[in-house]
């Protein structure tokens, strides 16, 4: 705890002094219509600058400091003409602006919707513009919020209260994404599925969600691509890659088209790991979304995607210092050989809408999902395990001493993995009166061929481990030649029943989820149900209970086991959610702010126990566990400063399992014997008891054309353990993980300034360039262990370091 607040305080002390110069004039208004009836949403921008807010519930708005004698305010909202209002900046500043309705004749237009799910919290798209994110801009808000941990920022896979990555639902435009297989490290990992450029909202729900989502036990994020109506493209380059994206209509406006282009490359920041080479990680990723409106009530999408990720690795050598002050260690290696890894993955999906009145709605959808995956790699390390120096005085203080270990090691894999998912999918709704209906219908089939052949060869002081006096064993050996074709019948219908309540609002949802697969022949049913009660006229205040059963059926990884054999008869795990959360909207500082807090609490039945190194996880399904999961989330949300959203997050939490039947043996009392010893209940693997993030945004003072973002994140120490051990054996903790974003943008061209008459030529709407510092305080953040021994036959755990501090420009264009 010394260390977060130590870690904090720097923060903040850097923080509150931005934040102190943002005084000056203030101007701050209410926005009307011909009426006086107050209008929400409402977008007030400083004409000639990227300074702008949005109007509240009552119409009213307050506008940061900007510099100069005077500033023009423009004034915008759908159905209403766009106005112009000049404020000399005299002093504190109020203003009230009528805004006109328009009346214009246009195409026909349809109208698509439903009712707005109170168990998802949204996420406005616009946050994920220029920040500063390693592994996917929507998925580093997700990590921000409240119940989620995340200890890789290489990565995209996040945690939720207590469960891990596979436990976690994607849909983009109602299709469920299906993660690579294979993938064991971030270095791999490459682009996330989503594309931010081509998002239009963003829905995310870390319990307690309804049944119309799928069957996992954690948590669903719910994306929707957006369909143009005006054409337009945007450009990005940086250190690390480029994007590219491209929009528009046709036809009358029944064509729309988005596709985006996606490159990365991670040699610059992989350069900062200990572990030093030639490194050539190479991820591409296509993706577009089209769709046509043949009439008012019919229309047809397609959504395609196309990625591929390559990894290349020739390690060189690696020099990694870990220990205490009072007992440093140093590990140096170096190697020989060469990794090659290549994931292509390619998805599909079609996407039939039909709604013959305002009260119904079908979709008929059909997908695939197919990937290619290849692992391999034949590394030899010859390591040294030293002694450091702790004598100021000395001329070789703080270097290495005397060798304590050495040894070698020779890894070999040649895996690869084959996978089609198909899918065929009905949805329905049906609104009547203050109910709205929702059901749906699925078949999946699944084909997947997996080939295993990995084996480690370890030498330690000139000894063969595991030593035989007779034979030479391998370490590590697992061979596997798996195939299995399956298929899934799955369904949900729940109903949605809004009512008055007092003075406020209540809504009720309650459904069931069933699920058949015939590789285990069972069935399963998760009903589930959920209400939210908005106080007040205006629903500032917000109350929130749900409950539900989440039953995960077993997919690939799950059934296979550390041996790479398939294990029949795994059966589903389980999840009862226990939910209770309170929304409280309030004004400080003349804002709006929200507070959202959520008491909640997991039972954990039919567990599969499993082991996490860096993102492989290792299931461990020839045993079942019970467990629970419960805590405690706390976010504030608003603009800390004006015309700019931020949010802070902060999460109790506890997880634990007993895996059924597991014991060892230990000398009784007496010591003439042995007895069984029952661990009992275990920290799982994702048991982080307190996490706290921060998502930051502010204007430079005098300079509203510049603008930072930062990312914070602190989560505490994970659990660990020796490798091949049993689950009992995870006792140690590794340090917690801290880690500090920061983005700083600066404006160059505005599509609202007068006097850029060549750029508007060409059509550029916006141009900008970008500094981003990752890892400000170049932490040596662990996200696993290499364990090796010394001349005493002592293990010792070398830490493997994620990326230090790097720098990233970027340069941004909209047409």
């Not at 480029?242 to 209509?249: I, K, P, T």
């Not at 030293?386 to 005397?402: C, F, G, K, M, R």
């Not at 492989?616 to 004006?642: C, H, M, R, W």
């Amino acid at each position: 705890m010394q260390q977060l607040f130590s870690f904090l305080s720097v923060i903040l002390i850097s923080i509150l002094p931005v934040c102190g110069q943002l005084s000056g004039v203030t101007v701050k208004g209410k926005v009307v219509d011909a009426e006086n009836h107050p209008l929400e949403m409402v977008n007030v921008l400083v004409k000639g600058t990227k300074v702008g807010v949005v109007t509240n519930q009552s119409g009213e708005f307050i506008l940061p400091a900007v510099p100069g004698k005077s500033i023009i305010l423009i004034f915008s909202f759908v159905g209403y003409e766009t106005a112009e209002h000049a404020v000399l900046l005299t002093g504190n500043q109020s203003v009230t602006q009528v805004m006109k309705p328009v009346f214009e004749h246009i195409q026909e237009i349809v109208v698509e919707g439903k009712r707005t799910d109170d168990n998802l919290a949204s996420i406005p798209q616009k946050l994920t513009e220029r920040l500063p994110a390693m592994a996917g801009s929507v998925e580093t808000l997700i990590k921000t919020l409240p119940g989620v941990s995340n200890n890789n920022e290489l990565s995209s896979q996040y945690s939720v209260r207590g469960g891990n990555f596979d436990e976690n639902l994607v849909y983009v435009n109602g299709i469920e994404i299906i993660r690579p297989f294979l993938v064991k490290s971030g270095e791999q990992e490459g682009l996330s599925f989503i594309n931010s450029d081509m998002v239009s909202s963003i829905g995310f729900s870390s319990g307690g969600f309804d049944a119309s989502y799928g069957d996992k036990m954690s948590s669903v994020l719910d994306i929707t691509y957006r369909k143009p109506v005006n054409n337009g493209a945007s450009a990005e380059i940086g250190a690390l890659g480029a994007s590219a994206h491209f929009e528009g209509s046709a036809a009358k406006g029944k064509f729309s088209y988005l596709a985006g282009y996606r490159y990365k490359n991670t040699a610059y920041l992989l350069g900062s790991l200990d572990k030093k080479g030639e490194y050539n990680p190479s991820f591409t990723d296509l993706q577009t979304y089209l769709n046509y409106r043949f009439s008012p009530q019919f229309s047809l999408g397609f959504l395609g995607n196309y990625a591929s990720n390559t990894f290349q690795f020739i390690p060189e050598t690696r020099l990694t210092k870990f220990g205490t002050l009072t007992n440093p260690f140093e590990f140096l290696v170096y190697f020989e050989g060469k990794e090659r890894d290549k994931f292509e993955n390619y998805m599909g999906a079609l996407a039939a809408d039909y709604s013959p009145n305002a009260s119904l709605s079908l979709k008929f959808q059909a997908s695939s999902f197919n990937s290619l995956e290849k692992e391999s790699y034949d590394i030899l390390g010859e390591y040294y395990l030293s002694d450091i120096n702790q004598v100021p005085e000395s001329q070789n203080y703080a270097d290495s001493t005397s060798v304590i270990g050495t040894g070698a090691y020779l890894n070999h894999a040649r895996n690869s993995l084959t996978a089609r998912v198909s899918a065929f999918e009905h949805r329905g709704s049906f609104s009547a009166d203050r109910h709205q209906l929702q059901w749906g219908l699925k078949y999946q089939h699944e084909q997947i061929t997996d080939r295993v052949s990995e084996w480690e060869m370890r030498d330690s002081v000139g000894y063969s481990l595991p030593y035989g006096p007779d034979q030479l064993s391998l370490y590590r050996s697992v061979k596997g030649d798996n195939s299995i074709v399956s298929n899934r019948f799955s369904g949900f219908i729940q109903d949605n029943w809004i009512t008055p309540m007092g003075n406020g609002e209540l809504s009720i949802t309650g459904g069931v989820r069933s699920q058949y697969w015939d590789f285990n022949q069972q069935t399963i049913f998760s009903p589930r149900i959920s209400g939210n009660w908005k106080i007040g006229a205006v629903g500032n205040r917000i109350i929130r209970v749900a409950w539900g059963v989440y039953q995960q059926m077993p997919f690939f990884k799950e059934i296979k086991n550390r041996e790479a054999q398939i294990v029949q008869g795994v059966k589903a795990q389980k999840a009862i959610h226990y939910l209770v959360g309170y929304d409280r909207i309030f004004t400080a500082f003349d804002r709006p702010f929200r507070f959202t807090t959520e008491l909640w609490y997991k039972a954990l039945s039919h567990l599969i126990p499993y082991q996490i190194d860096n993102l492989n996880i290792q299931y461990l399904p020839g045993q079942q566990s019970v467990g629970y999961a419960t805590g405690i989330d706390f976010k504030i949300n608003g603009e800390f400063v004006p015309g700019a959203q931020s949010w802070a997050s902060l999460s109790l939490m506890k997880t634990g399992e007993d895996i059924i039947g597991d014991f060892y043996l230990k000398e009784n009392a007496a010591g003439t014997g042995t007895e069984k010893v029952y661990p009992g209940y275990i920290s799982r693997p994702t048991d982080q008891r307190f996490n706290f993030s921060l998502f930051f945004q502010d204007y430079f003072p005098g300079y509203p054309s510049v603008k930072m973002s930062m990312t914070l994140f602190y989560g505490s120490r994970l659990p660990f353990g020796p490798p091949q051990g049993e689950r009992y054996m995870d006792t140690f903790r590794m340090p917690p993980y801290r880690r500090v974003d920061v983005g700083f943008s600066k404006v160059l061209i505005n599509k609202d300034k007068l006097n850029l008459r060549k750029e508007r030529k060409f059509g550029i709407k916006d141009a900008w360039i970008g500094f981003e510092l990752y890892n400000l305080f170049d932490i040596n953040n662990t996200i696993s262990y290499l364990w090796i021994s010394d001349i005493k036959n002592q293990m010792h755990a070398v830490p493997n370091y994620l990326t230090g501090r790097r720098i990233n420009l970027k340069v941004g264009i909209r047409f």
